[in-house]
């Protein structure tokens, strides 16, 4: 998965919950961390940690719509599996459409939960890989100096050396030289890489 061991958060405020998926996670090889409110879990919360959180959503205080919308402000990325004992299809629905991974009635399924929680992790672990690669090309990115960006912006639009030139006001030989410094520092070679490097830093985070 990562150098960071994964790590499941299981936030409910019925302590028998907690310790029956305590011990069914923990069987399948888990680590696990429990939590009785929300307060507590937030106030723990680490963006960096890898792994997903398993919410209680009828939770005293802040529900665990109130957690997803905490996380969200947060731009935490960890994948969500919400629980609960009074399930229903608008509940359901809301979850999933706010990002959950799966939405699970009470008493859960054992082989339901280690599904979706498989699932959450190999979301976790594709999210955190995108999201290291979009940092390294921004790092990249923002080595050029400001004319190599300039450069950069005009190779991406598909102009030749020569229309960058005549647009930048600079002889063709000079662009040639700013275009190779560009082409180094962003580790490519070819313009239809820099292309595909360029698009992933303008995606959706």
């Given at each position: 998965m990562?150098?960071m061991?994964?790590?499941?958060?299981?936030?409910?405020?019925?302590?028998?919950?907690?310790?029956?998926?305590?011990?069914?996670?923990?069987?399948?090889?888990?680590?696990?961390?429990?939590?009785?409110?929300?307060?507590?879990?937030?106030?723990?919360?680490?963006?960096?940690?890898?792994?997903?959180?398993?919410?209680?959503?009828?939770?005293p205080?802040?529900?665990?719509?109130?957690?997803?919308?905490a996380?969200?402000?947060?731009?935490?990325t960890?994948?969500?599996?919400?629980?609960?004992?009074?399930?229903?299809?608008?509940?359901?629905?809301?979850?999933?459409?706010?990002?959950?991974?799966?939405?699970?009635?009470?008493?859960?399924?054992?082989?339901?939960?280690?599904?979706?929680?498989?699932?959450?992790?190999?979301?976790?672990?594709?999210?955190r890989?995108?999201?290291?690669?979009?940092?390294?090309?921004?790092?990249?990115?923002?080595?050029?100096?400001?004319?190599?960006?300039?450069?950069?912006?005009?190779?991406?639009?598909?102009?030749?050396?020569?229309?960058?030139?005549?647009?930048?006001?600079?002889?063709?030989?000079?662009?040639?030289?700013?275009?190779?410094?560009?082409?180094?520092?962003?580790?490519?070679?070819?313009?239809?890489?820099?292309?595909?490097?360029?698009?992933?830093?303008?995606q959706?985070?």
């Amino acid at each position: 998965m990562s150098a960071m061991a994964a790590r499941i958060h299981l936030v409910d405020d019925d302590e028998g919950v907690l310790r029956a998926l305590g011990r069914l996670l923990a069987s399948a090889g888990h680590i696990v961390e429990k939590h009785r409110s929300a307060e507590d879990f937030l106030s723990l919360y680490d963006p960096d940690e890898c792994g997903c959180d398993i919410i209680d959503l009828r939770l005293p205080g802040l529900d665990g719509f109130g957690i997803q919308r905490a996380l969200g402000l947060m731009h935490a990325t960890r994948p969500i599996i919400f629980l609960t004992g009074a399930g229903d299809i608008p509940s359901s629905v809301r979850a999933i459409k706010a990002g959950a991974v799966d939405f699970l009635t009470k008493p859960v399924d054992g082989s339901a939960l280690l599904a979706a929680i498989d699932q959450a992790l190999e979301q976790d672990t594709r999210t955190r890989l995108m999201g290291a690669e979009r940092r390294s090309i921004e790092d990249r990115m923002s080595s050029l100096t400001p004319r190599e960006r300039e450069v950069m912006d005009h190779v991406v639009a598909g102009q030749l050396n020569k229309q960058i030139a005549g647009d930048l006001g600079i002889v063709e030989k000079t662009i040639k030289v700013h275009r190779g410094r560009m082409m180094a520092k962003m580790g490519v070679r070819t313009v239809a890489d820099l292309v595909r490097l360029v698009s992933t830093t303008a995606q959706p985070h």
